[in-house]
């Protein structure tokens, strides 16, 4: 089974970005042939910062590293260093209505932000077909929001195989374990663009500032209360056992819970998650010519597929050597 999944380097991961999908992609690389790679190309539709993209990207890598990603066993590489998925890209979007893309709930949710749409977002589907298309995948695992961009995926590569005859395989999706929407510190989607994530790299001070700011409501303590809507017990839980999530609910129901202990519980919990992988990370952050060779080695590896999958394609639709 070959899986894959990307992640846009559009700014520093947190702790939504780990449950939902870090976590499980790292697990994934020893259930089958895992390619990983850094959406590059998909970040310039949102960030045009040649500064901020180059770190970002470095920071994503040293992220994945430092949380297990073992190098012999999943393919990782960045996306831009594999410059044949560009050139599929074309090819698909020959074959891609109009309609399919401007259904994307992605794209019409970011112009309904006031986001004013350029050839790229519109067409960042068809990037992501590429992506998935040119290494043979079989199942992409995603967050709920991308099952579109699969769904579109599976339309591209069925009418392209329709119209030129089998080239692609046809993956399928795998929406990733529900750990539900994970609640930035005020309480709303933990996401880069609304100033409310954990990043998964903060410590110290800055950690305990960020855990301390997390909104709560003002019930005196005695009071019970329910930990469902609690913003610190719906991160705590994801960190802790299943013995102690226990009986911090127990504790939340009966009453008599102070925000502030839990709070501290977070942020050891957090130490104790991340603690090994910080060491890691700072260990890697110096060896930066060692992190571009494992992406360079990836995308190596990924080239070997994905220059096959573009040779069939080019030749499919007519742009063979052979005249045959
Ligand atoms: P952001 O909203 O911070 O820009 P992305 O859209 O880049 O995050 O997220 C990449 C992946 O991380 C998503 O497909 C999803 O699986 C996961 N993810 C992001 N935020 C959360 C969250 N708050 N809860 C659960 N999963 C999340
Ligand atoms: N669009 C995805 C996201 O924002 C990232 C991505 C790009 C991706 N290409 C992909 C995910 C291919 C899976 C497969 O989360």
């Not at 994503?60 to 999943?74: E, F, R, S, W």
């Not at 209505?97 to 309904?112: F, T």
């Not at 993956?171 to 750990?179: F, V």
């Not at 110290?204 to 019930?219: F, H, N, P, W, Y």
Request: glycine share 6%; net charge neutral.
């Amino acid at each position: 089974m070959r899986i894959l999944s990307g992640i846009q380097p559009s700014g520093k991961l947190h702790l939504g970005n780990y449950l939902g999908a870090i976590k499980q992609h790292i697990e994934l690389q020893d259930k089958g042939e895992a390619f990983y790679f850094i959406a590059d190309y998909h970040a310039l539709t949102s960030l045009r910062d040649k500064d901020a993209l180059m770190q970002y990207t470095f920071d994503v890598a040293l992220d994945y590293l430092a949380l297990g990603l073992d190098p012999n066993k999943a393919t990782f590489y960045r996306q831009s260093d594999l410059s044949e998925v560009t050139e599929l890209t074309w090819l698909l979007s020959t074959v891609t209505p109009m309609g399919l893309l401007e259904r994307c709930h992605s794209y019409k949710d970011k112009i309904a932000k006031g986001i004013s749409p350029d050839h790229g977002l519109f067409a960042y589907p068809v990037l992501m077909a590429a992506d998935i298309l040119i290494v043979d995948s079989d199942v992409v695992p995603v967050g709920k929001d991308q099952k579109q961009h699969i769904e579109v995926t599976r339309d591209i590569a069925q009418r392209f195989n329709f119209i030129f005859g089998e080239v692609f395989k046809v993956p399928q999706e795998r929406i990733m374990e529900e750990t539900g929407v994970i609640p930035g510190i005020d309480g709303q989607k933990m996401s880069k663009s609304y100033g409310n994530a954990i990043e998964i790299f903060l410590e110290g001070k800055e950690l305990k500032q960020k855990v301390m700011s997390i909104v709560t409501d003002c019930a005196p303590v005695e009071a019970p209360k329910n930990p469902d809507t609690n913003n610190v017990y719906n991160l705590l839980k994801f960190f802790v056992s299943e013995e102690e999530n226990k009986e911090w609910r127990e504790r939340f129901i009966k009453g008599g819970v102070k925000y502030s202990e839990v709070k501290k519980r977070l942020i050891s919990a957090l130490d104790e998650t991340f603690g090994s992988a910080r060491e890691k990370r700072k260990e890697l952050s110096n060896r930066r010519d060692y992190v571009f060779d494992v992406l360079k080695e990836g995308a190596k590896r990924a080239r070997e597929t994905a220059q096959k999958t573009l040779f069939k394609a080019r030749d499919a639709v007519g742009l063979g050597k052979k005249l045959s």
